[in-house]
């Protein structure tokens, strides 16, 4: 019998996943993978280990959800640690898999696993990430729309969000090696220590997606509030905070925009429940243009076609790094990343602002940091903001922020600034 090899990346979940149905659809019985791809789990060119502590926790949740969710329907999911290019070849030689199903990325180093793995298997790909599906545009993605506004109005008015796909009741397998989930610290991670001051306890996993989305929809109806309450930082419910569930792809944004749908049709729609949309299709914009400049947007220069030079002061960077800077705003930002994994997106547009225009230092050492320590962190997402904000992105304006100004506005009694500058740690 051949069988289907279903390669789980960014899409971990069951639920309106294209490149498992078509599996099923092909293949009487498939054979579910997941690599712990080893050039995450070293260090880059800035001395920053490329998985930190907190994505690699929720990342390990996530295989644990996932990996008991196919052992209820009847499969299981095999976790190896290694290169994909030479494990899958492997475990469809061993399971007689024919072909490779899974989803399609976009950027530089997992466009040269996919041609790696191209090499050995045949492989199709599926646009499991996008809210958008890219063939549902009206424009060829050379010539997308380089600026957002204009993006957002072709899109919003020509294309639609297709339809979802519920979780199969049943996935056929043949038996499989039945390989754990390993542990924090068996992948060489110290274990963590929860910060209470962190926004929320963060667990990986597509029933913890779901619970979430119950939770700011239904429970609570703070969806009918986003617009006026997203720039907040302390505490759950000032945003959704889906983001680290949809970077590891616990759940679609495809699933989150009929969600909304719904809730406009049973609760109310305003502009907040539009407000959501919005910031779904800015996800899709920088997928998008990853899609179109490729690895210009990890370039000094970005996707400018002008160069760029940038300072970096191993230093300077450290005191940013460490909430050092000596500006509160800022210092009290990066305390709460380096603490907890997580950081407002108004804190992160600050300190972006701040490491390149105050401290004039190079943005891609930023972007790697946020990379190595962001719960949430997507590939797309993070570069696409860091050149935004560096001035090389999509945006033709300057974009500075006055730190202080900024405080005033979006912290004006200081709480936040005290939570993080002034009250240590108090376990709970």
């Not at 617009?227 to 930082?233: A, D, F, P, S, Y």
């Amino acid at each position: 019998m051949n069988r289907g090899l279903l390669w789980f990346r960014t899409d971990l979940r069951l639920s309106d996943h294209l490149a498992l149905q078509a599996a099923m659809d092909n293949h009487a019985e498939i054979v579910p993978v997941y690599v712990l791809d080893e050039q995450w789990l070293g260090e880059d060119e800035w001395g920053f280990q490329r998985t930190g502590p907190y994505r690699m926790k929720f990342l390990l949740e996530c295989l644990h959800d996932l990996k008991e969710h196919l052992k209820e329907i009847g499969s299981n999911l095999i976790i190896k640690k290694g290169n994909p290019a030479d494990i899958l070849p492997q475990i469809a030689e061993q399971y007689n898999c024919t072909t490779v199903y899974c989803s399609k990325e976009y950027t530089y180093e997992e466009i040269k696993v996919e041609k790696a793995i191209e090499e050995d298997l045949s492989v199709e790909y599926f646009h499991n990430s996008p809210m958008i599906h890219p063939e549902d545009v009206t424009f060829p993605i050379e010539k997308m729309p380089e600026v957002f506004t204009r993006f957002r109005g072709k899109v919003e008015k020509y294309s639609e969000v297709r339809d979802i796909f519920s979780s199969p009741e049943k996935v056929n397998s043949p038996s499989l090696e039945d390989t754990p989930v390993p542990s924090l610290t068996q992948m060489g991670y110290e274990p963590i220590e929860e910060d209470n001051r962190a926004v929320m306890p963060f667990k990986g996993g597509a029933l913890e997606a779901w619970k979430r989305v119950e939770h700011y929809f239904w429970n609570t109806e703070k969806l009918s509030v986003y617009k006026e309450t997203r720039n907040g930082m302390i505490g759950a419910d000032y945003s959704s905070k889906f983001s680290p569930w949809l970077a590891h792809g616990c759940i679609s944004a495809r699933a989150i925009y009929h969600e909304v749908e719904k809730y406009e049709e049973e609760v109310e729609k305003n502009k907040s429940t539009y407000w959501l949309k919005f910031e779904l299709l800015w996800r899709d914009f920088f997928k998008f243009t990853a899609m179109r400049y490729g690895s210009k947007i990890f370039f000094p220069e970005g996707i400018k076609e002008e160069p760029r030079t940038w300072k970096y002061n191993p230093k300077t960077v450290r005191k940013w790094i460490e909430g050092e800077t000596g500006d509160e705003l800022v210092d009290a930002n990066m305390k709460e990343l380096k603490l907890t994994g997580f950081m407002s997106n108004r804190g992160r547009q600050n300190v972006a602002s701040y490491l390149v225009h105050r401290l004039n230092q190079d943005w891609r050492a930023g972007a790697a940091w946020f990379e190595s320590m962001l719960i949430d962190y997507d590939v797309t997402s993070n570069y696409g903001n860091w050149i935004y904000a560096a001035g090389v992105g999509n945006d033709p304006r300057d974009r500075v922020f006055n730190t202080k100004r900024q405080a005033d506005m979006y912290d004006k009694d200081g709480a936040f600034r005290n939570l993080w500058l002034k009250h240590a740690n108090v376990k709970s």
